[in-house]
C-alpha cells in the first residue's frame, strides 16, 4: 500500500451516524474473514443486527477510516455486570488494507481505551490457525500479558496512567476537532486510582 494512501487514514471512536459505516464494513468481509472475526460462520442477516446491536449496547468501537469509509474496526464490550474488569476484543481489516499496519495501530487504540477504564482482562477470539491475528498480538507481549490457546487469547492491560488518560483525550480532541468524535459510549468512569506510568503502551 502506497505511504500516502496509509498517511491519509483516520482512526476515532465510531460515533452512533457510523453505523451504516459499521454496516458496509462487517458485510465486505469474505466467508473465511468473518470465521475468524466471530468465531463461527457470519452470514449478512446476522451481521446487519450485529452492527445494529453494537450501536445500541455499550461498546467502544475505534474505526480506521480512508475518507468516509470504514476500512478497519476494532471493539471492545465489557462482559457481564457493570462494574465488570473483563471485556471482550474483536478486530476486523478490509482484505486490500491487511499487513500494513492499521489492525496494530487499532490493538493499541483498543487497550488503551480498556487500561483507561479499568479492564484488566481482555478475551479475544482467535482460531489456532488465525497466524496474522497471533502475530499481531504477539507483538504487545513485551509490554502486556497475552496469552493464547486453541481458540481465545486473554490479554492481561495494564493499568491505566496519566499519560495514557492523555493521549486517548488528545485523540478524541482531535477527531472533534475534525467534525468527529463524541464519544458516545461513557458509561465507564475510572474506578480505579490512577498509576504512575509503568508500560510502554500508551
Ligand atoms: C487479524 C487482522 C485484524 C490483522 O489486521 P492487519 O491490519 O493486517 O494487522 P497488521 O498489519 O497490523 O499486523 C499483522 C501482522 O501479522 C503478520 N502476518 C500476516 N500474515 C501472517 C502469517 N500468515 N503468519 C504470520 N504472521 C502473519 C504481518 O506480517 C503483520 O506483522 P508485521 O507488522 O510485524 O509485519 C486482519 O487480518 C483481519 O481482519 N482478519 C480477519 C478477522 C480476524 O481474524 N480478526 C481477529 C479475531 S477477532
Partial sequence: MPKTELDRIAYRKLLPTDHPAFEAHLLALDPESRRARFGMAANDTFLEQYA?????????????????RMIGAA????????????????FSVEADWRNCGIGTALFARTLRSARNRS???????????????????????AEILVELDESVALVEAPRRTIISLLREAIDDAAARSSGHGWEWSRLWLPRRPVARPVSRVG
Fill in 75 to 90: 471493539e471492545l464490550r465489557p462482559l457481564g455486570e457493570l462494574f465488570t474488569a473483563e471485556a471482550e476484543i474483536a
Fill in 52 to 68: 445494529t446491536r453494537c450501536i445500541t449496547l455499550n461498546a467502544i468501537i475505534h474505526g480506521a477510516f480512508l475518507d468516509n
Fill in 119 to 141: 479492564f484488566v482482562r481482555l478475551y479475544m477470539s482467535c482460531l489456532r490457525h488465525n497466524a496474522p491475528m497471533r502475530a499481531l498480538a504477539r507483538k504487545f507481549a
